[in-house]
């Protein structure tokens, strides 16, 4: 192992013991993330077989990267997020003082920009009027009520997951949303809805009341709980909306449409209505208007009837 003097004491600091120093670091650095980041790096050290950091060299990084695009067939954009990852580990491990390679020589792929997946009406109606026992299962309540708030507000599957019932005002038809990438300068935001959203909310609302005296009932605060699987009455995840979503699909007979087709729909709709990127940013909680620009790209019939009505004007 890499040897570094502490003192006279010299520690050794093999590759997973620098991972989970930089783990731990980037977990205060950014209040909490870093999973995806945590992920990669430790399979990186099984690749080779947690050696000292001082000796892994570029070629060893270069044949686990092409191992990734020859073996798992990786998007760019992909293996792009892996690299940073990769990068910014060997950053901090020179900024720490350690022996290791220059974190520049890492190749980082440029991004590809694609035309997103954008949910329409008539999918998001038959995904709905697919879906059985709208008034008897308990899960059917609550899957309504998260879809039509994904539909209404365009928020991120994690930030409808991190809603608590305290942050829902049913009179008001609003919420105040814990905001999932944009944590620094905006924190929180608020989303609201229509009132056939808001009779699936309280739907569920009420629903939920049959099970908050139970014993078996672990996070009291959480808006939407799982109520199957291997952790019932917890706090449900973006894993397992999509995993509804997916069924759902399925049943319906329609191309999969996943929470960010349903936001990406959201931000057509509200450029369609008022022709503002700056409305698009406030109420989808962008960080800069760049973001909400790509979100806002028309094409095919929705395009042709922009331009051809500002024409008209």
């Given amino acids: 192992m890499q040897q570094q ?5 010299v520690v050794p600091v093999s590759m997973l013991e620098a991972i989970d120093e930089f783990i731990d670091w980037r977990a205060i650095k950014m209040r909490g993330a870093g999973k995806n980041c945590d992920r990669e790096l430790r399979s990186l ?5 947690n050696p000292e950091v001082r000796v892994i060299t570029f070629t060893d990084i270069m044949d686990y990267l092409k191992g990734l695009l020859e073996v798992k067939a990786l998007h760019p954009n992909s293996l792009m997020n892996r690299a940073i990852s990769i990068r910014k580990f060997f950053e901090y491990t020179r900024k720490r003082g350690l022996t290791t390679l220059d974190e520049e020589l890492i190749p980082v792929p440029r991004q590809q920009y694609t035309i ?29 009520a998260i879809l039509a708030l994904m539909w209404d507000t365009g928020a991120r599957s994690g930030e409808i997951c991190s809603l608590d019932v305290a942050d829902i005002d049913i009179n008001n038809k609003r919420a105040l949303i814990r905001t999932e990438k944009n944590r620094g300068s905006r924190p929180f935001r608020e989303i609201f809805w229509t009132e056939e959203t808001n009779k699936s909310v309280s739907n ?45 699909c399925t049943r319906a007979g329609i191309p999969y449409i996943n929470a960010h087709s349903m936001r990406h729909h959201k931000a057509h709709d509200i450029a ?42």
């Fill in 5 to 9: 003097e502490v003192g006279r004491l």
């Fill in 45 to 49: 050290c099984l690749f080779l077989r």
């Fill in 116 to 144: 997103p997946r954008v949910a329409d009406d008539d999918n998001y109606k038959k995904l709905i009027n697919s879906i059985p026992g709208k008034k008897k299962d308990y899960r059917t309540v609550r899957n309504l």
């Fill in 204 to 248: 569920w609302l009420k629903a939920r009341e049959k099970f908050i005296d139970k014993p078996y009932f672990k996070d009291c605060e959480a808006m939407f709980i799982s109520i199957a699987g291997t952790k019932p009455f917890t706090r449900i995840t973006p894993h397992g909306i999509s995993n509804m979503l997916s069924a759902y």
């Fill in 272 to 313: 369609e209505k008022t022709g503002s990127a700056i409305d698009v940013m406030n109420i989808l909680g962008h960080v800069s208007i760049k973001s909400s620009t790509r979100y806002v790209q028309m094409r095919d019939s929705q395009l042709e009837k922009r331009a051809r009505m500002i024409m008209a004007r």
